[in-house]
């Protein structure tokens, strides 16, 4: 699911409490949607966690390592 698609099925004050969930404003989430303005990493793991997974960080940010941070990737099977 795109952030765009998950915004569009919230109510107002839906869309208010998860833009409260991740500390930042309804403005900003649907800039981030429209592809005017990138998230920042820590605003890709608020979304992921307030959307409960539906939005992936790496669909927000595909520049940023997740597999390594989520301990995931192949960087975890080369140490082991």
């Not at 404003?25 to 800039?31: C, F, N, R, S």
């Not at 608020?46 to 409960?52: L, M």
């Not at 390592?65 to 975890?76: L, P, V």
């Amino acid at each position: 699911m795109t952030l765009s698609d998950y915004l569009k099925s919230l109510t107002k004050d839906g869309l208010v409490s998860f833009a409260a969930g991740c500390s930042t404003t309804p403005g900003q989430l649907k800039q981030v949607a429209i592809g005017s303005r990138r998230a920042g990493e820590k605003l890709a793991i608020n979304i992921e966690r307030e959307s409960g997974g539906a939005i992936k960080c790496e669909e927000l940010r595909p520049d940023v390592d997740w597999a390594y941070i989520r301990n995931t990737g192949q960087s975890e099977q080369k140490a082991a």
